[in-house]
């Protein structure tokens, strides 16, 4: 029953969900979700999309907690949009070092021209491991992504082409373990890490593995 529920809940608002995956957005309010460091007037729900505020955001996180899964999602950016895709992340902290953080960016508007580092483009585990390459629509198209955390290992597949792929047990180097001790976690929230850009979200669901 409830799996009927979730799935016509979905088609209410124009998609399906895949059999085994569940929607973590009802379309109409952010049940279901917890909003930490609030900034402005956090995040905003319309028409089936959450979006950022663009004078505000915070970090907009699951009530629940996941270990190893599959999240699948569409995002629209604004030129020179910034946000993150938290995971396995604590409710408290800097996430993109207490938790793990992908990177959501419009990494060639211009404001960001000879600056970026590479673990700092679209798709990148922030500061850790750089995404190989770019499959961004242009700025205004709704884009699909699927993350995929399974053990160690951290997956960004972009429209259809694999960005990222990394094992962050090979990570040996004991100053970024220092600075990075979510690398070592198993399990947490997962959401959306804003950055005062009215970055959109919707078509958000997720399988555990």
Same mark, same amino acid.
């Given at each position: 029953?409830?799996?009927?529920?979730?799935?016509?809940?979905?088609?209410?608002?124009?998609?399906?969900?895949? $059999?085994?995956?569940?929607?973590?957005?009802?379309? @109409?309010?952010?049940?279901?979700?917890?909003?930490?460091?609030?900034?402005?007037?956090?995040?905003?729900?319309? %028409?089936?999309? &959450?979006?950022?505020?663009?004078?505000?955001?915070?970090? *907009? *996180?699951?009530?629940?907690?996941?270990? %190893?899964?599959?999240? #699948?999602?569409?995002? +629209?950016?604004?030129?020179?949009?910034?946000?993150?895709?938290? &995971? #396995?992340?604590?409710?408290?902290? %800097?996430?993109?070092?207490?938790?793990?953080?992908?990177?959501?960016?419009?990494?060639?508007?211009?404001?960001?021209?000879?600056?970026?580092?590479?673990?700092?483009?679209?798709?990148?585990?922030?500061?850790?491991? $750089?995404?190989?390459?770019?499959?961004?629509?242009?700025?205004?198209?709704?884009?699909?992504?699927?993350?995929?955390? @399974?053990?160690?290992?951290?997956?960004?597949?972009?429209?259809? @082409?694999?960005?990222?792929?990394?094992?962050?047990?090979?990570? @040996?180097?004991?100053?970024?373990? +220092? +600075?990075?001790?979510?690398? *070592?976690?198993?399990?947490?929230?997962?959401?959306?890490?804003?950055?005062? %850009?009215?970055?959109?979200?919707?078509?958000?669901? &997720?399988?555990?593995?």
């Amino acid at each position: 029953m409830r799996t009927i529920c979730v799935l016509l809940a979905a088609a209410s608002i124009g998609f399906a969900v895949e $059999p085994g995956f569940t929607s973590l957005f009802n379309g @109409k309010d952010l049940t279901g979700w917890t909003l930490v460091a609030k900034k402005g007037p956090g995040y905003l729900v319309h %028409d089936g999309v &959450i979006q950022c505020s663009a004078s505000g955001g915070g970090n *907009l *996180l699951t009530d629940r907690e996941f270990s %190893d899964f599959v999240l #699948r999602f569409e995002f +629209k950016l604004p030129p020179g949009g910034n946000n993150g895709i938290g &995971i #396995r992340a604590p409710l408290a902290g %800097d996430i993109a070092y207490s938790g793990m953080e992908i990177q959501i960016l419009d990494q060639d508007n211009e404001k960001y021209k000879g600056w970026l580092q590479p673990w700092q483009h679209h798709g990148s585990l922030y500061n850790v491991f $750089p995404a190989t390459g770019s499959n961004l629509k242009p700025v205004g198209e709704w884009n699909e992504e699927e993350i995929t955390a @399974k053990g160690p290992k951290i997956k960004v597949v972009l429209n259809g @082409k694999t960005i990222l792929d990394v094992d962050v047990s090979t990570v @040996k180097d004991p100053q970024v373990l +220092k +600075k990075h001790p979510c690398l *070592l976690r198993t399990s947490g929230h997962v959401g959306f890490l804003g950055h005062n %850009d009215p970055v959109e979200f919707r078509n958000i669901r &997720i399988k555990p593995l």
